[in-house]
């Protein structure tokens, strides 16, 4: 079996803990989005919005969708870390980087390290429109499970903490 599809793989049963925390989940499935689930939903975004957005479409396509097929896979090894818990954001870094630095050795694909830096640290337009995108998908699917559980304040919650995101893609929302 191909090593590196193994440690993909755990992606797909890594549950989305804000929104374990929150008790907020799909009525017709009783669970949350895992992080292959998020990151997938994010490719799709990803493909509307750079289609129909003249704002984002001079950006390095292949860059974004390489950036957001990485982004979550530091918390194989870090596990998903939200803002109510008990960790620093420096601690939080370091467990994530050591997370890709690994991957990236282990695998000898250095460029899953070097995309992970960028996107983490805004280091180019690219790292920035995904970091608007990873927001965007907390923000609908927040709203999916406001709706299904009759939650409004799930979704208030979201949108007050992204005002700014939810503005500039209020089109796509």
Same mark, same amino acid.
């Given at each position: 079996m191909n090593k590196f599809y193994l440690e993909i793989y755990k992606l797909k049963n890594l549950?989305?803990?804000g929104w374990l925390d929150m008790n907020a989940h799909d009525v017709s499935t009783g669970r949350v989005e895992s992080d292959a689930e998020h990151t997938f939903s994010m490719?799709?975004?990803?493909?509307?919005?750079?289609?129909?957005s003249k704002k984002y479409s001079n950006l390095d396509?292949?860059?974004?969708y390489e950036m957001v097929l990485v982004h979550e896979l530091c918390e194989i090894d870090a596990?998903?870390?939200?803002? =109510?818990? %008990?960790?620093?954001q420096q601690e939080k870094y370091?467990?994530?980087?050591a997370g890709v630095k690994r991957l990236a050795k282990e695998y000898k694909m250095p460029n899953l390290l070097k995309l992970w830096l960028e996107f983490k640290?805004?280091?180019s337009a690219e790292a920035e429109f995904?970091?608007?995108l990873? =927001?965007? %998908?907390a923000i609908l699917q927040a709203e999916i499970y406001s709706e299904q559980l009759n939650y409004d304040e799930l979704l208030s919650e979201f949108k007050n903490r992204s005002i700014k995101i939810a503005e500039e893609f209020k089109d796509f929302l």
């Open positions: 549950l989305r803990k490719a799709l975004l990803t493909m509307e919005i750079m289609e129909k396509k292949l860059k974004v596990g998903d870390h939200t803002p =109510r818990d %008990d960790i620093s370091e467990l994530e980087l640290n805004d280091k995904v970091r608007k990873d =927001r965007l %998908d």
